[in-house]
Nanobody, 121 residues
Framework: QVQLVESGGGLVQPGGSLRLSCAAS????????MGWYRQAPGMQRELVAT???????NYADSVKGRFTISRDNARNTVSLQMNELKPEDTADYYC???????????????WGQGTQVTVSS
């Protein structure tokens, strides 16, 4: 089994900061890409940021310059530092990992359970 557990969500005022973390555990051979999606009420899930094993990153235009994604390959963790938060950043944030469980197996995407971020005064 593989588990992804997120932490760090909460309530923050506009302009504030939060740091989300996600740890992958279980039967894991290698993790290619990790990242974060978010889903606001009544909206589709959207990509926030991704990071590869080699630390190449990609961001949604709406968060560029405000959010920073990082990962620790040795610990199978990914983090999202969110600064200058805006009310429109309010959403449930989900981490994911595209990984292989065995050397010859196929890679699949696994998801965390989500953590809520609310930006409000």
């Amino acid at each position: 089994q593989v588990q992804l557990v997120e932490s760090g969500g909460g309530l923050v005022q506009p302009g504030g900061s939060l740091r989300l973390s996600c740890a992958a555990s279980g039967s894991i051979f290698s993790i290619d890409t990790m990242g974060w999606y978010r889903q606001a009420p009544g909206m589709q899930r959207e990509l926030v940021a991704t990071i590869t094993w080699g630390k190449n990153t990609n961001y949604a235009d709406s968060v560029k310059g405000r959010f920073t994604i990082s990962r620790d390959n040795a610990r199978n963790t990914v983090s999202l530092q969110m600064n200058e938060l805006k009310p429109e950043d309010t959403a449930d944030y989900y981490c994911y990992a595209y990984l292989k469980r065995t050397t010859r197996g196929s890679a699949y995407t696994y998801w965390g359970q989500g953590t809520q971020v609310t930006v409000s005064s």
